[in-house]
């Protein structure tokens, strides 16, 4: 199966700062199928970013995907109150889909 | 509005079986693959099992494997996690997730999650 290592851990910034979150892949992905959710304390994930780069419905533009083949980033531009959560990549180019561990986003 | 609304879960045994289900809402739940995602307590995140429109193509990881059987009644717009042999590893929030792709295109990103449904698996 392929395993994501996201980093780092924990990321600890102020609102309006930028952040930049990584994913890596023990193979490569085909076709860029990579998606990225963020989970609030108590809610359910939300999709981010499918398909790499392409942002999922609703999702403001301060947020981007980029990358390819095993290393995959997602960039919050400015950050905002409500985007402190954990984040998490996962790839469906291949069965079983797998998650990453997860990074958290807090508050510095 | 688009809902998925688990149920099924508790406290069960070690061994024991339990059956999960999902109600679909607000969208044609039969152009879309379906999935569990299980999440153990203070844990990330596991893909558990998928299928896909038609109940012709179904995927499990390996974790549970031979144990959990995944399948869907479109006529009811109901998802189902048949679980067996549990195990006190199986302890987690079991969320239901709607496949952004649509037909044959399947196995996907996740654009539609439920609240999840709570199984503790212990003696």
């Known amino acids: 199966e392929i395993v994501l290592t996201q980093s780092p851990g924990t990321l600890s910034l102020s609102p309006g700062e930028r952040a930049t979150l990584s994913c890596r892949a023990s193979?490569?992905?085909?076709?860029?199928?990579l998606a990225w959710y963020h989970q609030k304390p108590g809610q359910a994930p939300r999709l981010l970013i499918y398909?790499?780069?392409s942002r999922a419905t609703g999702i403001p533009d301060r947020f981007s995907g980029s990358g390819s083949g095993t290393d995959f980033t997602l960039t919050i531009s400015r950050l905002e109150p409500e985007d402190f959560a954990v984040y998490y990549c996962?790839?469906?180019?291949?069965?079983?889909?797998?998650f990453g561990g997860g990074t958290k986003v807090e508050i510095k | 509005e688009v809902q998925l609304v688990e149920s099924g879960g508790g406290l069960v045994q070690p061994g024991r079986s339990l059956r999960l289900s999902c109600a679909i809402s607000?969208?044609?739940?039969?152009?879309?693959?379906m999935h569990w995602v299980r999440q153990a307590p203070g844990k990330g995140l596991e893909w558990v099992a998928g299928?896909?429109?038609?109940?012709?193509?179904?995927g499990y990881a390996d974790s549970v494997k031979g144990r959990f059987t995944i399948s869907r009644d479109n006529a009811k717009n109901s998802l189902y996690l048949q679980m067996n042999s549990l195990r006190a590893e199986d302890t987690a929030l079991y969320y239901c997730?709607?496949?952004?792709?649509?037909?044959?295109?399947?196995?996907?990103?996740?654009?539609?999650w439920g609240q999840g449904t709570m199984v503790t698996v212990s003696s």
């Open positions: 997730a709607k496949d952004i792709g649509v037909v044959i295109v399947a196995f996907l990103a996740f654009d539609i």
């Open positions: 607000g969208f044609t739940f039969d152009d879309h693959a």
């Open positions: 299928i896909n429109w038609n109940s012709a193509t179904i």
């Open positions: 193979q490569s992905v085909s076709s860029n199928y």
């Open positions: 398909g790499a780069s």
């Open positions: 996962q790839q469906y180019g291949r069965s079983p889909l797998t």
